[in-house]
């Protein structure tokens, strides 16, 4: 509720601030809640779910087989380049035509980035990961995988409504780089189509998923 509301203040401050110190101030309000939220003792319900090094083989046939190592994890594109990562929610703009996408009007709709910039007035939620959080994506992305042979693997849709990605940023504070993720369809797509989320073993998109419900992200994750 303080997230969305801060959002919402967010936006009205667009009117009188450049959009770089609105997202700052975001960022902050972010990264005090996540603390706030390390220090509780009391674990949130999904926690089981984003903990995985409780998944048994048991579960599923998507389980963590590889061992590359933090450093290697961060070793490797674009977490290489990142000093800042954000999990972001926005709604849909997958109904909204080319040429409204350039009317100012339809901007509440859909990821915004231009010239590294970051258009904060369409996103609902935003989380900056920390390294405990980078870690765990990572793992998911590189060390998870088909514990046996793949009998089948996920279907992806034709259909692509991204309301999830996560969006990184460079040294000098401009975004190089961002992974549109649609759950409904079980697609991503990349800025510069060098992002993936791994071997996309049956229930991949699914722990990703978890991931983000697990950040406090529920647009696209729980509820449109």
Request: charged residues 20%; proline residues 2%; positive net charge.
């Amino acid at each position: 509720m303080l997230q969305k509301y801060n959002l919402k203040r967010a936006n009205k401050m667009s009117k009188y601030f450049p959009i770089s110190i609105i997202c700052l101030l975001v960022f902050l309000y972010s990264a005090s809640a996540q603390t706030q939220s390390t220090n509780n003792k009391n674990k949130s319900k999904y926690d089981a779910f984003t903990d995985l090094d409780n998944w048994k083989k048991s579960d599923d046939d998507c389980i963590q087989v590889n061992n590359y190592s933090v450093k290697d994890r961060l070793s490797k594109y674009p977490f290489n380049k990142a000093s800042k990562i954000l999990a972001v929610s926005y709604h849909s703009n997958s109904s909204v035509t080319h040429l409204e996408k350039s009317i100012k009007s339809f901007s509440t709709y859909g990821l915004h980035v231009k010239e590294g910039v970051l258009d904060c007035a369409t996103l609902v939620e935003i989380k900056l990961l920390n390294k405990y959080q980078i870690n765990k994506l990572t793992n998911i992305i590189y060390n998870i995988t088909y514990g046996n042979a793949p009998i089948h693997t996920e279907d992806h849709m034709s259909c692509f409504m991204p309301r999830n990605a996560l969006i990184f940023i460079g040294n000098k504070g401009k975004v190089f780089d961002y992974l549109e993720i649609c759950f409904e369809c079980l697609n991503t797509e990349s800025l510069s189509n060098r992002i993936t989320i791994g071997t996309v073993c049956n229930q991949k998109y699914q722990m990703l998923k978890r991931f983000f419900i697990g950040l406090g992200i529920k647009t696209g994750t729980i509820y449109e």
